[in-house]
């Protein structure tokens, strides 16, 4: 499925769960890179469309309707219908069954998530590029280079762009002069935090003799000691919790 341009970040496929970079050289098209290799590159065409096709081989191809959407069909059979909401975002699914649902936020980011279940949520940071991670894990870390251009890598290793690229300026130079998403978005209510409220975990900690045990529910953490007249600390950096039991 090709990614939906949601101002200057597009998101990649929803199966993949990261993200891609697309910038474009001049001459009317644009660049788009998967962190995790390949890439696509994309051309209008005298008939208002745009045909996409891969590094790798196979492509699709986009045209808008009159219903203001987009209907992408690769050559190999399949495809993709997406089309605007009220909301400002689109909704694109396959005709094979699942697709996903991308819509901005009002920091300028994108959410996307497959109706499968997994996604990626791409957002802009203070220090210029963007973050995608996926809701399974891992994710791609693009930043901008001195000669413009995107670098990007994975959090599982790998990645990068190759050297022309690189050299060429585009979208990330100019998104970058932008305000940053993060500290927009935390301050309000948003998709974020009503995802994160889905997700519910439980962290257990062994100390000596002491249990303690930690709920976690989004940014709420409740902990308690099992065992013993102590006082449990949970503390968490990302994924990395650590609940420790403390006798007073």
Excluded: F, K, N
Aim: net charge neutral.
């Amino acid at each position: 499925m090709i990614g939906s341009p949601i101002g200057q970040l597009t998101i990649g496929p929803a199966s993949s769960g990261l993200g891609a970079w697309c910038h474009s050289p001049g001459g009317g098209g644009a660049w788009c890179h998967s962190p995790g290799g390949g890439g696509a590159w994309c051309h209008s065409t005298e008939g208002g469309g745009a045909w996409c096709h891969s590094t790798g081989g196979g492509g699709a191809w986009c045209h808008s309707t009159e219903g203001g959407g987009a209907w992408c069909h690769s050559p190999g059979g399949g495809g993709a219908w997406c089309h605007s909401t009220e909301g400002g975002g689109a909704w694109c699914h396959s005709t094979e069954g699942g697709g996903a649902w991308c819509h901005s936020t009002e920091g300028g980011g994108a959410w996307c998530h497959s109706t499968e279940g997994g996604g990626a949520w791409c957002h802009s940071t203070e220090g210029g590029g963007a973050w995608c991670h996926s809701t399974e894990g891992g994710g791609a870390w693009c930043h901008s280079t001195e000669g413009g251009g995107a670098w990007c890598h994975s959090t599982e290793g790998g990645g990068g762009l190759v050297s022309q690229y690189r050299r060429r300026g585009g979208l990330v130079s100019q998104y970058r002069r932008r305000g940053g998403l993060v500290s927009q978005y935390r301050r309000r209510r948003g998709l974020v935090s009503q995802y994160r409220r889905r997700d519910l975990s439980m962290h257990v900690s062994v100390s000596g003799s002491s249990l303690c045990v930690c709920l976690s529910l989004g940014l709420v953490y409740a902990c308690v000691c099992l065992s013993g007249s102590s006082l449990c600390v949970c503390l968490s950096l990302g994924l990395v919790y650590a609940c420790v039991c403390l006798w007073v």
